[in-house]
């Protein structure tokens, strides 16, 4: 048995060891056999040479990680532990994962290799549908891509939009005016927004149409030109929703469509506009579908053991009713 003493520097103590010991807590399920005694700013670890050496390596990339970006979270724990390569290129914690910068110097990146993909295939496709299941960041990196390109000047404005379906697109029996109706549906594309811009230009563009968080009922005989267009929950659009949302794409613009698949919740028997759209435009160039899966969830490290365990449930029943016939 060896043992070593890691000692943490510029970063504060419980960026690493979590509240409550949380985050150290990730760190021994990816090492078990190594005994990790925490005192102070001083990691006391004791185990085999080689496993010893391993975890040093990736306490002094988790330093630097938060003093490159200023955060660290158990999920960039959990990637950085399950990293086979010897730096931060690796981790996916480079300069070109980068996206756009929020609020307050908040960096917001492509943190896993499909969420990457999103990133580079908008930049070569104007019609991009991102599908998978919750929580891997689809609508969260589509968004900074529109905040992005519109920082760059290369679209004049950002529409937003989604499916009403579930209150199936009628909304006069709800209470309030027009926006407060919609805002419950929309709310999850405000709080991607208020991450990534301040809260009175934020305020100001939404005044002047700059922004537009809209149902996509709205988007009927419109031409979107100029303009980086987000459609989300898209599982939840009919096939002829979908047509008429993807023919109003004007000249420069820019379209990215998210969903997923398994969870839609249109009427019984009602085919997805989704689902439709991703077989037959497959293979066309300028369009591109980029898939995601569990190994791309960035939320709690619970939602990846769940969509797996969902996951297991559904290929069971599958099996289970193909042996029955």
Same mark, same amino acid.
């Given at each position: ?41 001083? %990691? ?23 003093? *490159? ?7 960039? &724990?959990?990637?950085? +532990?399950?990293? !086979? ?15 756009? =910068? ?36 689809? @609508? =969260?990196?589509?968004?900074? +891509? ?10 004049? *404005? ?13 909304? /006069? ?12 549906? %929309?709310?999850?594309? =405000? ?10 230009? +934020? !305020?100001? =563009?939404?005044?002047? *149409? ?10 009927? /005989? ?8 987000? +459609?989300?929950?898209? !599982? ?21 469509? @998210?969903?997923?698949? @398994? ?6 028997? !009602?085919?997805? /506009?989704? @689902? ?9 160039? /300028? &369009? ?18 769940? %969509? ?16 029955? *016939?």
């Amino acid at each position: 048995m060896a043992e070593k003493e890691i000692f943490i520097k510029d970063i504060p103590l419980v960026e690493l060891y979590g509240i409550n010991d949380s985050k150290m807590g990730v760190i021994k399920e990816h090492f078990p056999n190594i005994k990790i005694v925490a005192r102070g700013d001083a %990691l006391r670890i004791t185990g085999d040479e080689n496993d010893l050496e391993a975890l040093e390596r990736k306490i002094y990339w988790m330093m630097e990680h938060f003093r *490159k970006y200023h955060a660290l979270n158990e999920i960039d &724990i959990d990637r950085i +532990l399950k990293s !086979q390569g010897h730096g931060q290129q690796e981790n996916g914690t480079t300069d070109e994962n980068i996206i756009v =910068y929020g609020n307050n110097g908040m960096v917001v990146r492509a943190r896993t290799p499909n969420q990457l993909r999103m990133v580079q295939s908008s930049m070569k496709n104007d019609l991009v549908f991102a599908v998978g299941p919750a929580g891997t960041g689809k @609508t =969260y990196t589509a968004v900074a +891509l529109a905040v992005r390109a519109m920082k760059n000047k290369e679209v004049r *404005k950002i529409i937003l939009t989604r499916p009403a379906v579930e209150a199936g697109e009628n909304l /006069g029996f709800l209470p309030g005016d027009l926006k407060e109706k919609l805002d419950p549906y %929309l709310q999850p594309l =405000y709080d991607a927004l208020f991450d990534m811009l301040p809260g009175d230009k +934020l !305020q100001s =563009y939404l005044e002047n *149409k700059i922004i537009e968080v809209a149902p996509l009922a709205f988007m009927r /005989g419109r031409t979107l030109n100029n303009a980086f267009v987000i +459609l989300d929950e898209a !599982q939840n659009t009919t096939e002829s929703q979908m047509k008429m949302f993807l023919t109003r794409m004007g000249s420069s613009a820019k379209f990215i469509v @998210t969903g997923d698949m @398994t969870q839609t919740d249109l009427p019984f028997k !009602q085919s997805s /506009g989704l @689902t439709q759209a991703v077989k037959i435009f497959n293979d066309v160039p /300028g &369009i591109d579908t980029i898939f995601l899966d569990v190994n791309d969830v960035v939320r709690h490290k619970l939602v990846r053991k769940i %969509l797996s365990i969902y996951d297991g449930q559904t290929a069971a029943a599958a099996a289970a009713k193909a042996t029955t *016939k």
